[in-house]
């Protein structure tokens, strides 16, 4: 049943959203929304990290029923990101770069080659934005003052996947002593180092963020703790928090990706069953609120709500790549599981 929806899932978005570059042969991207505006038809919305999370969601799909037709999807598909990027593989944000980084690293291990360069140069520039002000960890985005959860999270991930697990264990521990909240377990968003405030609003993406970096290091407490206090606090009836649409459209997503990763390594069984039924329960909601579009099923933005009706208004979050590529990478998180 969860494989069959993942599937489904990944036809829609394969259908609705993914077209050449610039009418260039043999490349491929996510159009970032849908239905399309004129810009969007061009690729000239450009959401990087949208993308690399599209690729992460590819890789999943491969892995659950592999192909050699997805395969090379895969290899174009990556390969279109760098000329979409002018030919570079990083930007200035290092959450973007530790994205694509986990994503390319995934690619890599199914077996296809050509992206040991990409991976390099994103893991150079992520020990670039280390500074040892305010105790460590790495900035959000270059020429800023802004540390925070969503970048030093998935750039610990990275660097604990690609063997550097003293750096990957500096940045978790920045993260613990840093925005971690002593009584609730939940993981605040960041600290603004020019006036020493800390940002304390709570998203599900940086408790995702930093249970993947403490499963991967084998932090079972802090990881227990982190899965504790998403089921209390993130996720009313059992259904993850929906962060409306744009960037927040992957929040839930993220979270439920590193769930289904503690639920599967986790040594404690009462966690990994609790972790495990927040990915279900939330991939149940979400597939039930989803509606008939065309080429499959449309995911809403909130997985404890239906998706509305077509025509979708102009406002509709559910026009969003993000959106939709969240709710695949959901389902395809509870097919993990099964």
């Known amino acids: 049943m969860h494989a069959e929806r993942a599937a489904a899932a990944e036809r829609a978005v394969h259908e609705r959203h993914l077209r050449r570059v610039w009418a260039v042969p043999g490349t491929l991207l996510g159009r970032s929304g849908w239905p399309p505006d ?40 990556a390969k279109s990101v760098l ?12 959450d973007d770069i530790a994205w694509l980084g986990l994503a390319l690293q995934r690619v890599r291990a199914l077996g296809i080659d050509g992206f040991d360069g990409a991976i390099d140069a994103i893991g150079a520039r992520l020990h670039e934005g280390w500074t040892d002000e305010s105790g460590g960890g790495i900035w959000w985005r270059r020429g800023d003052r802004f540390k925070n959860a969503p970048a030093n999270g998935p750039a610990a991930i990275f660097h604990a996947r690609g063997g550097e697990t003293e750096y990957a264990a500096a940045l978790t521990t920045w993260l613990t002593t840093t925005l971690v909240d002593p009584e609730t377990g939940l993981v605040w968003d960041g600290l603004r180092l020019d006036t020493g405030e800390l940002e304390k609003n709570i998203y599900t993406y940086c408790q995702g963020v930093y249970l993947g970096a403490c499963v991967e290091l084998s932090e079972v407490d802090n990881a227990a703790r982190t899965v504790r206090a998403v089921a209390e606090h993130c996720a009313p009836g059992g259904v993850l928090r929906g962060q409306n649409g744009g960037d927040g459209g992957l929040f839930g997503a993220i979270l439920a990706r590193y769930l289904a990763l503690a639920a599967r390594r986790l040594p404690d ?6 972790a495990r039924e927040l990915v279900l329960t ?41 959106v939709q590529v969240g709710a695949w990478m959901l389902l395809e998180a509870a097919a993990s599981l099964a």
């Open 38 to 77: 004129p810009g969007q038809r061009l690729h000239w919305h450009w959401n990087y990290w949208w993308q690399a999370h599209l690729l992460d969601s590819l890789v999943d799909a491969q892995l659950r029923a592999p192909s050699a037709e997805r395969a090379k999807r895969i290899e174009r598909f």
């Open 83 to 94: 000329l979409r990027n002018f030919g570079r593989w990083i930007n200035d944000y290092y």
């Open 269 to 274: 069984a009462e966690i990994a069953a609790t």
């Open 282 to 322: 939330s991939a149940e909601a979400c597939w039930s609120g989803a509606v008939e579009a065309p080429g499959g099923p449309l995911f809403s933005a909130d997985w404890s709500r239906p998706a509305p009706s077509l025509p979708l208004p102009p406002e509709a979050p559910e026009r969003d790549l993000s």
